[in-house]
């Protein structure tokens, strides 16, 4: 091979090496002046103009999340290694356009572009295949979680969608890719098949009505199944651990049981699972 083919094959190789291997470690992109704080490895991104507070109070909530028992231990080692391996981080932004600005530099274009040829090799359209795709990409490329300044409550006054954001990170990106045929965001896993009997069913989509006696009732079409897992485990953890027992009549219409209580009675199999050893899933400070 001549000096000049090796030079081509090592500075392809090089390219390789920064867009399309799989991350070693949570990391916010690079973007001049972002905010960056750790969480257990996590990595907890806020763009330049968020106030420093609410990177702090992020930092607290993913400190809870991952160490619910506070025991300075992460709770699932295994899970948070995954969101860790895949490059995933926790991000804070004050507006859609920091959002859009976040996604471009996380997503560069070299690495869209690597994204539409693995889509276009397995023939999938974005409109009919999205689990599909997120299942190949996500595992791959990582991905971002997010909140917004104006959802977060820094004085623990009321429901905080910080923790909502957070625990989605955890499941999405941890627990259902530690724990595929548990956790997994796909049909017959089993937090899948408890979903659907929580609704009456199996829907691919998101039903504007569901069969009487369903406690899980999420009707936004806009969610794929993938997501409604990730919405139906958030309920769920939450509710074991009495975070929603003062929302029911704020949450009734997508979630039925919202304490540890109704849990227990009527989902037995659920909380069954939830709290098997093995998977480390607390339900006490």
Request: some cysteine; proline content about 3%.
């Amino acid at each position: 091979m001549s000096f000049k083919k090796k030079s081509i094959f090592y500075a392809i190789l090089l390219f390789s090496q920064i867009f399309f291997v799989k991350p070693v470690m949570s990391q916010c992109p690079n973007i001049d002046n972002i905010k960056v704080a750790e969480s257990f490895g996590v990595q907890i991104c806020a763009m330049p103009k968020v106030d420093d507070k609410y990177l702090n109070h992020a930092k607290k909530v993913m400190n809870k999340l991952i160490d619910y028992n506070s025991d300075g231990v992460v709770d699932n080692k295994k899970a948070i290694d995954k969101i860790i391996s895949t490059g995933s981080v926790f991000a804070i932004f004050r507006s859609e356009r920091d959002e859009n600005n976040f996604q471009e530099y996380f997503y560069p274009d070299e690495v869209m572009d690597e994204m539409e040829k693995l889509i276009s090799q397995n023939g999938w359209d974005f409109d009919d295949d999205e689990d599909k795709i997120t299942a190949l990409i996500e595992p791959k490329f990582g991905t971002f979680l997010a909140v917004f300044t104006n959802e977060m409550n820094l004085d623990n006054n009321g429901w905080d969608p910080t923790i909502e954001e957070g625990l989605h990170l955890i499941t999405h990106m941890g627990y259902a890719q530690a724990y595929q045929d548990i956790f997994g965001q796909h049909k017959n896993s089993e937090i899948a098949k408890l979903m659907d009997e929580a609704r009456g069913g199996y829907f691919k989509d998101a039903q504007r009505s569901y069969p009487s006696g369903a406690y899980y009732t999420y009707d936004d079409k806009s969610c794929t199944y993938a997501c409604q897992i990730t919405e139906f485990t958030y309920w769920a953890i939450t509710s074991m651990r009495g975070q929603q027992s003062n929302r029911g009549g704020a949450i009734n219409k997508e979630w039925k049981l919202n304490t540890p209580e109704k849990v227990k009675l009527s989902a037995p199999k659920l909380e069954a699972l939830l709290t098997q050893e093995e998977y480390q899933i607390y339900f006490f400070d």
